[in-house]
C-alpha cells in the first residue's frame, strides 16, 4: 500500500516499473479489495482538508474511537460521494487490468485470497489467515494512522493539521507511521526526516531504484536540520 497506493498513485513522488507495480497491485486485489481510484481519491481529498470539515477520516472532526473502529466505513462513504472521484481520482491506472480485472471484479479478490489460504493452511487455519490478512488494512491504516496518526505521538514540523509521528511503535507499517513528516511535504517519496526514525518503505524505494525498477520523482532533503532539535519545531503529544 505505502509504495503503489501512496507514495506512487496519490502523491507521485515514486514512479514504479510495471514489473514492480503489477505485483503490488495483484497483491492488493488479493488481500483488500481496494479500487485504486477510489483509495486516492479519498487520500487527496484527506490532504486538501486535513482536520477540518471535509477531511474523510479525521479524528478531529469525527472523533478518534469513531476512526479507530469504523475507519474503512468512512473510506466507503467519501468514495460513494457525487464527483469525488472525477475530482480527485485523476491519473490513476486505466488500463486493461484495471478496467476488467481490479476494479470490475474488485471483491473476487479476497474471495481467491480465501481459497488459497484454505488450500496452503487447511480448512482451519486457513479462514484464521484470511481473517488477520482482512483486518490488517482496516486496522492499521484506516485505524492506526489515520486515527492515532492525527491525535498522539510528536511532531517534527508545526504543520496545519493535528498529524503525529508515531515511531518507532509502528515501524511495521513500511513508514506510514511518519505520518507528520508526510504531512509537512505530501509530494515527497521520503517520510524519514531525523536520524532515529526508520522509513522502510523508502528503503524499498532505494531497492527497486538500483535495479532498475522504480524513478524517484521527489524526496525531500532534510539535511542537517533535521537533525537538530533547535531547527526543528517538536512538540510531544
Known amino acids: 500500500m505505502t509504495l503503489f497506493l501512496h507514495r506512487a498513485q496519490t502523491h507521485r513522488g515514486v514512479r514504479l516499473h510495471a514489473l514492480a507495480a503489477t505485483p503490488m497491485r495483484l497483491w492488493l486485489w488479493l488481500t483488500t479489495a481496494i479500487v485504486t481510484k477510489e483509495w486516492v481519491a479519498c487520500h487527496r481529498k484527506h490532504h486538501a482538508f486535513a482536520d477540518r470539515e471535509g477531511d474523510p477520516h479525521s479524528p478531529v472532526v469525527e472523533g478518534l474511537r469513531e476512526i479507530m473502529l469504523k475507519g474503512a466505513f468512512y473510506y466507503r462513504t467519501a468514495v460513494k460521494q457525487p464527483g469525488m472521484l472525477e475530482k480527485y481520482g485523476k491519473g490513476t491506472p486505466n488500463d486493461w487490468l484495471e478496467r476488467h480485472l481490479l476494479t470490475r471484479f474488485s471483491s473476487m479478490g479476497i474471495v481467491l485470497m480465501l481459497a488459497i489460504d484454505v488450500y496452503l493452511f487447511g480448512l482451519f487455519a486457513g479462514p484464521a489467515v484470511w481473517a488477520v490478512q482482512m483486518l490488517w488494512i482496516p486496522l492499521w491504516a484506516a485505524g492506526v494512522i489515520n486515527g492515532i496518526g492525527h491525535a498522539l505521538g510528536y ?83
Request: proline content about 2%; overall charge positive.
Open 155 to 237: 511532531r517534527n514540523f508545526e504543520v496545519k493539521d493535528e498529524s503525529r509521528n508515531i515511531t518507532p511503535i509502528a515501524i511495521w507499517l513500511g513508514g506510514e507511521e511518519l505520518h507528520n513528516n508526510h504531512h509537512a511535504d505530501p509530494k515527497s517519496a521520503k517520510f524519514k526526516a531525523r536520524w532515529f526514525e526508520l522509513d522502510i518503505g523508502w528503503i524499498y524505494i532505494r531497492a527497486l531504484k538500483l535495479i532498475g525498477l522504480a524513478k524517484i520523482e521527489y524526496a525531500r532533503n532534510y539535511g542537517s536540520a533535521a537533525k537538530r532539535h533547535d531547527e526543528l519545531a517538536v512538540t510531544e503529544a
